[in-house]
Every structure is written in structure tokens, then in C-alpha cells.
């Protein structure tokens, strides 16, 4: 059996310019597409049979880009508290010092070394930081830029 050229493509499926020669026995890895024909110059996508050209790149949804901005948001407690500064930590500890805080926010306060944006513990912690949506994409934004 003869070689086989596959063509990698990004998220929405067009090409990103690279190539690569593969055996028969090879898998394709994720992201690549097996064609007959090379892709035409310019943006083409690949549709699942062929190759279709594009004016442009497809637009992302506004919504669906800030939801796979926030998912990729991760930063560690220290980065996120060096960001927020003594004062709204403090906020915070008191909060979970106060004898009528329910256990689960003492403990996603205390215990959740790790922050990622999406994650139903981190809506808590923002709540008791006193946060908006927009100010704790900033945090993590700033705290992610820390090293």
C-alpha cells in the first residue's frame, strides 16, 4: 500500500497549512484530514468529502468565544490572591470565619488551591469576593500573566 498525504486543520476545519506523508498502517492523528486533493490556495475548509473555499474565516459566536476563553482560565490561589489583593482576601476570610457561612463556601474558600474559571466552586468564591462576571475574568486574565 502507498504512502497517504493528510492535511492538518484548526478548530473549524481549515487548512493550516502543513502536510505530512503517512504509512498505510499509521493513524491519522486528531485534527488532520486524509484528502485525494490538496487544498486550493487560499482558506479552504474541509467539509467531510472535499475541500470548500471560503471568503473569509468563519466569525466565532461572541458567546461561544468567551465561553471557551473563560474554560481555558486556570491560574493557582496564590496567583489569583496575589491579584486580589490583602484587602478582599481578608473580605473573604472573614466571610468564612462568620459562624453562619454554610461548610461548602468555607471549605471552596480554605481548600481550592487550584482556580479555574468554570468551575461551580470558583462562582462561590467569586460571590463571596464580591466579583462581577467581566472583574473575575480580569483576575484571572492578570493572574494567569503572573509567574
Partial sequence: MAMRTIYSTDKDSIFSGQSAEIGPRDGRPVGWVTAETPPPDGIAQ?????????DQRPVPDPAVALAQERAAMTCSRAQGKTVIGADIWDQVTALAEDATTPWGLKVVIYDTYEWNRLDPNMDALIWAMGMTPTEADDLFTAAMALA
Fill in 46 to 54: 474541509w467539509n467531510g468529502n472535499g475541500w470548500t473555499m471560503l
